[in-house]
């Protein structure tokens, strides 16, 4: 150890760094544990209002038989055929030529302990037309029997519908109700079989008012998609397969416009799936996230704590060298504690007060904690102000990486390049041969009580 004391000073900074690796880990599960339990929250919200919804339909639903002779072949005797009577069970879906909806959305924030959960209630009026087409049978001998029409439409968590859905089609007045259990969408009116006339117009009309939590969404099953939503809410995150066509967004609220055709969608074919092959189909939505997740910015924090406390450690281990400070590997560890429980502390704060406050005040603790830590290892207020002006940099250009997602690999990359640029400036003039040396002649600085006192056996730093 005495013989190489640069290298044993390494090791030991490594071993440390590698040490507060644990408690960072704890960290990091604390974050963990505690976006768990924000998402726990979410889900109890939405059981008792209702989840993320999705819009679909309406639809024209036909289910009907078709009968027909069919030629096979009979056991046992070749060359003699029969015919058999067959009677199969098909579903004609019929999607509206047209669809336009408007919307209105409005927000409110409930509290599950300390987690708040955006809830949300909106009201849909939607008009469109159905062209009807005669079906026609399959097989040359077939004969159709239609069962009872419905129209059918659905949302994703049928417990959000806050009153029966209006629904008027061609004229009439259709009360909605539930589906039978082999349709594809939960709620159905039933139609009037006479109004179902090969080339039939059958504008229709409908209205309701639905509630949900997180997101809202519509598969277009139209030929022509029209939809626009209008809501205070000044954060949206559009998704899905398709983006608003038009869409301003401002501190006021936003107003968003989505127009699909069925040329450009597969939702009408991946509608009509059934088994194994069915897909979900197309769809497009906005989602009302709190675009400040202090959760998943405590993690982006955590991700940059290695890089942190290894950037603080080579600034010291630096200036040890230029300034010839004596700084003891316990130290280090307690400057190394310190900057640990900065992020257990922005996790704890945040949670109350939001993140950039909580990083404000986890900051300010932290540097006034280690400035005045510092102030006393290196022998006075203004080394002690200088390392603690070199944390305030650190920390403020973390905060920038975090609020700065998409400039965050630049911002990190200057970073690197800066401190390495700085520690090679700062020790440019530095004979490592002589530093290597173990009788090396350049002595402590003795301008600090702590390096005075380094210099007698067995002594430690103030």
Same mark, same amino acid.
């Given at each position: 150890?005495?013989?190489?004391?640069?290298?044993?000073?390494?090791?030991?900074?490594?071993?440390?760094?590698?040490?507060?690796?644990?408690?960072?880990?704890?960290?990091?599960?604390?974050?963990?544990?505690?976006?768990?339990?924000?998402?726990?929250?979410?889900?109890?919200?939405?059981?008792?209002?209702?989840?993320?919804?999705?819009?679909?339909?309406?639809?024209?639903?036909?289910?009907?038989?078709?009968?027909?002779?069919?030629?096979?072949?009979?056991?046992?005797?070749?060359?003699?055929?029969?015919?058999?009577?067959?009677?199969?069970?098909?579903?004609?879906?019929?999607?509206?030529?047209?669809?336009?909806?408007?919307?209105?959305?409005?927000?409110?924030?409930?509290?599950?302990?300390?987690?708040?959960?955006?809830?949300?209630?909106?009201?849909?009026?939607?008009?469109?037309?159905?062209?009807?087409?005669?079906? &026609?049978?399959?097989?040359?001998?077939?004969?159709?029997?239609?069962?009872?029409?419905?129209?059918?439409?659905?949302?994703?968590?049928?417990?959000?519908?806050?009153?029966?859905?209006?629904?008027?089609?061609?004229?009439?007045?259709?009360?909605?109700?539930?589906?039978?259990?082999?349709?594809?969408?939960?709620?159905?009116?039933?139609?009037?079989?006479?109004?179902?006339?090969?080339?039939?117009?059958?504008?229709?009309?409908?209205?309701?008012? +639905?509630?949900?939590?997180?997101?809202?969404?519509?598969?277009?099953?139209?030929?022509?998609? /029209?939809?626009? +939503?209008?809501?205070?809410?000044?954060?949206? &995150?559009?998704?899905?397969?398709?983006?608003?066509?038009?869409?301003?967004?401002?501190?006021?609220?936003?107003?968003?416009?989505?127009?699909?055709?069925?040329?450009?969608?597969?939702?009408?074919?991946?509608?009509?799936?059934?088994?194994?092959?069915?897909?979900?189909?197309?769809?497009?939505?906005? &989602?009302?996230?709190?675009?400040?997740?202090?959760?998943?910015?405590?993690?982006?924090?955590?991700?940059?704590?290695?890089?942190?406390?290894?950037?603080?450690?080579?600034?010291?281990?630096?200036?040890?060298?230029?300034?010839?400070?004596?700084?003891?590997?316990?130290?280090?560890?307690?400057?190394?504690?310190?900057?640990?429980?900065?992020?257990?502390?922005?996790?704890?704060?945040?949670?109350?007060?939001?993140?950039?406050?909580?990083?404000?005040?986890?900051?300010?603790?932290?540097?006034?904690?280690?400035?005045?830590?510092?102030?006393?290892?290196?022998?006075?207020?203004?080394?002690?102000?200088?390392?603690?002006?070199?944390?305030?940099?650190?920390?403020?250009?973390?905060?920038?990486?975090?609020? /700065?997602?998409?400039?965050?690999?630049?911002?990190?990359?200057?970073?690197?390049?800066?401190? +390495?640029?700085?520690?090679?400036?700062?020790?440019?003039?530095?004979?490592?041969?002589?530093?290597?040396?173990?009788?090396?002649?350049?002595?402590?600085?003795?301008?600090?009580?702590?390096?005075?006192?380094?210099?007698?056996?067995?002594?430690?730093?103030?």
């Amino acid at each position: 150890m005495n013989k190489h004391p640069l290298l044993s000073k390494l090791l030991i900074i490594g071993f440390l760094m590698a040490l507060l690796a644990i408690p960072l880990a704890f960290v990091r599960e604390a974050i963990a544990e505690r976006t768990a339990y924000r998402d726990s929250a979410t889900s109890e919200v939405a059981r008792a209002h209702a989840g993320p919804q999705t819009i679909t339909g309406p639809v024209l639903w036909l289910p009907y038989t078709e009968t027909f002779l069919r030629t096979v072949k009979v056991d046992g005797k070749v060359g003699e055929t029969r015919e058999e009577l067959v009677t199969e069970e098909r579903v004609s879906i019929q999607f509206p030529k047209t669809l336009n909806t408007t919307g209105q959305l409005a927000t409110e924030t409930r509290l599950r302990g300390i987690f708040p959960v955006t809830v949300y209630t909106s009201q849909h009026a939607s008009t469109g037309r159905f062209v009807w087409t005669e079906i &026609s049978p399959r097989h040359r001998s077939g004969q159709i029997a239609l069962g009872q029409p419905l129209l059918l439409m659905g949302v994703s968590d049928a417990r959000g519908l806050l009153s029966a859905p209006q629904l008027r089609l061609a004229g009439s007045v259709l009360p909605v109700g539930q589906a039978p259990r082999s349709a594809p969408l939960p709620l159905a009116a039933r139609v009037d079989m006479a109004q179902l006339k090969p080339g039939a117009v059958l504008d229709f009309d409908l209205k309701f008012d +639905l509630a949900g939590t997180g997101s809202i969404g519509w598969v277009p099953l139209a030929d022509e998609n /029209s939809v626009t +939503l209008t809501s205070p809410w000044p954060h949206p &995150s559009f998704g899905g397969d398709f983006l608003p066509r038009q869409r301003s967004v401002s501190a006021s609220g936003f107003e968003a416009t989505w127009r699909v055709t069925s040329l450009s969608s597969q939702a009408q074919a991946q509608f009509g799936q059934r088994g194994e092959h069915a897909s979900v189909p197309e769809q497009f939505s906005v &989602s009302l996230g709190n675009p400040v997740d202090v959760y998943r910015l405590n993690e982006r924090a955590t991700k940059y704590a290695s890089m942190f406390i290894v950037l603080t450690f080579a600034a010291f281990f630096v200036l040890e060298m230029v300034k010839r400070w004596r700084i003891h590997p316990m130290q280090y560890l307690m400057i190394g504690a310190a900057l640990v429980l900065f992020f257990l502390l922005l996790l704890s704060l945040s949670e109350q007060i939001g993140f950039l406050s909580a990083y404000l005040i986890a900051s300010i603790a932290c540097i006034a904690l280690l400035g005045h830590y510092l102030r006393h290892v290196l022998g006075g207020w203004r080394p002690g102000l200088a390392m603690s002006s070199l944390l305030v940099a650190l920390y403020g250009v973390l905060y920038g990486i975090l609020v /700065s997602e998409d400039n965050a690999l630049m911002m990190g990359s200057l970073l690197l390049f800066g401190v +390495l640029a700085a520690i090679m400036m700062a020790t440019r003039k530095i004979d490592w041969y002589s530093v290597l040396k173990t009788d090396s002649a350049a002595a402590p600085n003795p301008a600090t009580p702590f390096n005075t006192a380094a210099a007698a056996p067995g002594a430690v730093g103030n």
